[in-house]
């Protein structure tokens, strides 16, 4: 006969409540606080720090770690100006993708539950249904399988503006990034027709997104050094002119 193991009243209601809690309380990828992180300054850094240290949305805002329009127009122009870098040794499986936050849930059963209303998830912690609209494009999705979720600075530019000298943890903090405005749920469609292009050669079809677009590239690449080329950068300024004053 097995030996039997006696589980307290304490133990059990922490397991218990650790079950319930879903996806709406992630950890950093690869554990510990997601706010607690590096500066931007080497390669080798974590995800830096967030301004504001929120990890969600400030109201108006679909993604969190937004900076303002002002801001975002200083950070534009203090952003290095460089041609399309190499594509030579790329590869998305070099960006680990998508990492475990906590609860069964990975970066992308994060980002739905956040970004949606009304999310009910399988045993598994996978989204099943809910109310999504996306950025993208302003459709309304109710099946969770019909999104993406997208990174505003695609693995692929992030690589050729300057991701390429990273080493894995950095470039793995990147690919799963919940603190600045690097992930979001949108529609497949959007995603797919965006792919891994720069500002000046795709934009959202909704234009009313291109202030926040810009707002979250423009945030991303500066958080992360990345550099811009001359037309990336005058397409960012057209975005930004959106905004309202």
């Not at 329009?69 to 950070?75: G, L, N, S, V, Y």
């Not at 970004?115 to 309304?140: C, F, H, I, M, P």
């Not at 959007?190 to 423009?218: F, I, V």
């Amino acid at each position: 006969m097995g030996r039997q193991i006696r589980v307290s009243g304490a133990v059990l209601v922490a397991l218990l409540l650790a079950a319930a809690a879903g996806c709406s309380d992630p950890v950093a990828p690869g554990g510990g606080d997601p706010k607690a992180s590096a500066s931007a300054g080497s390669p080798s850094a974590a995800a830096p720090k967030s301004p504001g240290g929120d990890a969600k949305p400030a109201g108006g805002d679909v993604l969190p770690g937004m900076v303002s329009a002002a801001e975002a127009r200083t950070r534009l122009a203090a952003l290095k100006v460089a041609p399309v870098g190499t594509m030579a040794g790329y590869s998305r499986d070099r960006f680990t993708h998508w990492a475990q936050q906590g609860n069964k849930c990975d970066t992308r059963e994060v980002v739905l539950k956040r970004d949606g209303t009304g999310v009910t998830q399988d045993a598994e912690r996978k989204a099943v249904s809910g109310n999504w609209k996306s950025l993208y494009d302003g459709v309304v999705v109710t099946e969770a399988g019909k999104m993406d979720i997208d990174h505003m600075v695609p693995l692929a530019e992030g690589w050729r503006s300057g991701a390429a000298g990273w080493d894995s943890a950095r470039r793995k903090a990147f690919a799963n990034d919940l603190t600045h405005p690097q992930l979001l749920a949108v529609t497949a469609a959007s995603n797919r027709s965006k792919g891994d292009q720069s500002p000046d050669l795709w934009q959202p079809p909704d234009k009313a997104s291109w202030c926040q677009y810009g707002r979250a590239w423009t945030t991303v690449k500066s958080t992360y050094e990345l550099t811009v080329t001359e037309p990336e950068k005058k397409m960012l300024t057209t975005m930004l002119d959106t905004c309202g004053s």
